[in-house]
C-alpha cells in the first residue's frame, strides 16, 4: 500500500497509508495530523491545510491551480514549496511522499 508522511515542524513523523482519490487533507483529518485543519472542508478557502512538499516530491505531484495560488498568496510564511493538501489527491505514484507542516498551523 501507498504511504505518505507528514513531519512536524518539531521533527515528529506520521505515516499515513494512502487511499487512492482522498486528498491529502482527507487523509491527515482522518489520521489526526497535528496543523491540518482543513476548516474549510477541502473547498481550498481557508489555508488551514498548508503544507510543503519536500523539494524532491514538488514536480511529482499536481500542478497549483489559480484558486490554490490566490490562498496561498495570502499565507505569510509561504515556501516556494508550499500547497494545500486539499488540492493534492492521493494516487499510488505518490508512495512516498513526504510533506512538512509549518509551525505556524500550530
Known amino acids: 500500500m501507498a504511504k505518505i508522511q ?3 515542524h518539531d521533527g515528529a513523523k506520521c505515516e499515513v497509508d494512502l487511499e487512492e482519490g482522498l486528498s491529502l487533507m482527507d487523509h491527515a483529518r482522518l489520521k489526526s495530523v497535528r496543523g491540518i485543519d ?3 472542508g ?3 478557502a481557508c489555508g488551514t491545510c498548508h503544507i510543503i512538499v519536500s ?3 514538488a514536480a511529482k505531484v499536481s500542478p497549483v491551480g489559480e484558486e ?3 490562498m496561498l498568496d495570502m499565507i505569510e510564511d509561504r515556501h516556494p514549496h508550499s500547497r494545500l493538501a486539499c ?3 492521493a494516487t499510488a505514484e505518490l508512495d512516498g511522499l513526504t510533506v512538512e507542516v509549518p ?3 500550530f
Request: aromatic share 10%; proline share 0%; with cysteine.
Open 6 to 8: 507528514f513531519t512536524q
Open 38 to 40: 482543513g476548516d474549510c
Open 42 to 44: 477541502g473547498n481550498c
Open 55 to 57: 523539494a524532491a516530491w
Open 68 to 70: 490554490e495560488e490566490r
Open 87 to 89: 488540492q493534492i489527491i
Open 103 to 105: 509551525e505556524h498551523q
